[in-house]
């Protein structure tokens, strides 16, 4: 079965390192998204690129989040320097033209 | 106020039980309409599309209602293996099909 892969599955990591998620979308699906979700705020759109460039990235904190599609095989979310607040699951999600959105298994963050 | 807005819950029903939930949206622009399903620890699955005639999938019945924006999910038969997070997804086709999701309905079913 074709599957979104996100690495790492885990991260742990201290206050102030960088941190960088991983997502390998499904072959031939055209639009990557970057969600994050917390008890408290639920599934949040943090980017979305559309044939690899960003259509919206309002919201990513700027000042520390930085997303790419270097190629149409990988999507990638940074942090720098990572918080204690952000600490999350994050999860990347691809979909073919004009059909639903497909899940990878999320990057469990914790930043201590 | 929210785009996607549903109930939190949970809802605790018994097995065999009929659940409904509801979701509505705030943008009449709203194109496509989605329920998917997300386990704990799991990532969100797609459960349906939502159609405007609306659609039935087994003991799922998906229906939306565009003059008041909102769409429900009715589930029949509960099964223990219902219990989940039922996310309520709507996307704007001029927003490049962002996925907008709500907060999430959190059911649970007992024996």
């Known amino acids: 079965d074709a599957r979104v892969t996100q690495t790492p599955r885990d991260k742990v990591t201290e206050m102030g390192q960088e941190v960088t998620m991983r997502c390998q979308p499904i072959l031939g699906h055209n639009t990557v998204f970057w969600y994050r979700q917390t008890m408290m705020q639920g599934l949040e759109l943090l980017a979305y690129?559309?044939?690899?460039?960003?259509?919206?990235d309002s919201g990513m904190p700027k000042d520390r989040f930085s997303a790419e599609m270097p190629d149409a095989t990988l999507a990638t979310l940074k942090i720098q320097p990572s918080e204690p607040r952000d600490s999350a699951v994050y999860f990347c999600?691809?979909?073919?033209?004009?059909?639903?959105?497909?899940f990878g298994q999320g990057t469990r963050l914790t930043v201590v | 106020r929210k785009e996607v807005e549903q109930d939190p819950g949970p809802f605790n029903v018994p097995e065999g039980a009929t659940v409904a939930f509801n979701c509505t949206y705030s943008?009449?622009?709203?194109?496509?309409f989605f329920w998917y399903r997300q386990d704990c620890r799991k990532e969100p699955k797609l459960l349906m599309s939502v159609y405007s005639s609306g659609n039935e999938d087994g003991r799922f019945t998906a229906q939306l209602n565009r003059a008041s924006q909102y769409i429900s999910l009715l589930i029949r038969d509960s099964k223990l293996s219902d219990s989940a997070t039922y996310l309520c997804v709507v996307t704007l086709y001029n927003a490049g099909n962002m996925l907008t999701f709500g907060g999430g309905t959190r059911l649970m079913v007992k024996p």
């Open positions: 999600a691809s979909a073919a033209p004009g059909t639903k959105a497909f």
């Open positions: 690129f559309r044939n690899r460039a960003p259509l919206d």
């Open positions: 943008n009449s622009a709203s194109q496509s």
